[in-house]
């Protein structure tokens, strides 16, 4: 088994606002093979967020041998649901995402469970998987349990996977490795970045988080407090133990993908990504 290695168009948001199919064409060109969209205007915008059919996108998939894997999703209505899963059916899409939760209470998070569970329900039925992702701030505790674990067990899980961003698991405190096994076979997909080298000292954000709920506000607050834009490096040249985290992905999960996230570069987003791409061939177990 190996994880077929993709990218989150995340990573090159300044060049998709530019032009969507330029940016596709270069990622093609670079070598990646698999897309996992990134949508922060899914009330308008049912597919890229960047206004192109689901005709139109997927001519152009087809045309360079493209496919999307998932697309992380904000947000999610009872409203737009159902139009975005007609679109990513459309596409050939593998599911959708959850990209973060927010929340202030305990409650909060149930309530989450709630609405992912009935998205997840729909998606399954229409050929798709529904996934959560995390950041640092999901493995806050309530009555002992952090918030992946009340997801976990309080969402059903031919309804809910997950997608685990194992550097934002990192900085949290956790061992994403140990969130690997803990997610099992619920795992279908990870997020790979890398933590620079020379500023491991402020890696935990979470104890920085203390027991209060984490909005969107809080979270910009805690990551600005250490510059944290610094914190991004390309694959291979910060201090994560990839390999690591690619065989026990290997061995626990039915993670199918490993998927770059960059979150914040030091050079174009472009060049960064290329960057990562040829790295990414020093390790085993992953699919080109």
Sequence with gaps: MSLKLGIQLFSVREEMAKSVENTIRTLADIGYRRLELSNHNALNDFGTGFGMSAADFKKLLDELGLEVVTN??????????????????AIGAKGLVLPVVWYETRDDVLRCCENINRWGKKCHEAGLYYLFHNHFHEFQKFDGKTVVDLVL???????????????????????????????????????????????????????RAGTKGVSLERFKEICQSVNYEKDFTEIGSGIMDIQKIIDTAIEY????????????????????????????????????
């Design 253 to 288: 999960t039915d993670a199918g993908y490993i998927l770059l996230e960059q979150d914040h570069a030091s050079v174009p987003q472009l060049d960064s990504v290329r960057k990562s791409f040829e790295n990414f061939k020093r390790f085993t177990g992953i699919e080109f």
């Design 153 to 207: 067990e309080n969402t059903d899980p031919d309804y809910v996977g997950f997608e685990l961003d194992t550097y934002w698991a990192m900085r949290a405190g956790v061992d994403p490795c140990d969130v690997l096994r803990q997610q099992g076979k619920r795992c279908k997909a990870i997020h790979q970045k890398d933590y620079t080298k020379g500023r491991e000292g402020h890696i935990n954000l979470l104890e």
């Design 72 to 89: 992380t999703v904000n947000p999610y209505t009872d409203d737009n649901i159902d139009k975005l899963i007609e679109y990513h059916v």
